[in-house]
């Protein structure tokens, strides 16, 4: 590796803010703000608005997708169930234009 061309990679401390959570681990990240640790050390702080302590997939508060149903559903509920007959079942819809042909013929 060439010398001079990486950056420093050092102790640092990352405050979640949302949950007050503090993680002591190692990055190329710094900052002016510094924190005594409590091995009596003083590390850099770099503050952070989500972690894994307050994100919600990790928390397991997030919103359930399969209680809210498939895209087709929403759309349905959202929209009504108007053409539901020939999106759903596409032999209808082939039997519907079967007897619209059939109707234009009879009336020539």
Known sequence: MKSGVHPEYNPVVFHDVASDYKLLTRSTLTSDETIKWEDGNTYPLVKVEI???SHSFYTGKQQQIAERGGRIEQFRRRYGTEGEES???PQAAD???TTEATEAQADS
Request: proline share 0%; hydrophobic share 35%; net charge negative.
């Open 51 to 53: 972690s894994s302590a």
């Open 87 to 89: 999106a759903t079942d």
């Open 95 to 97: 039997e519907g234009a």
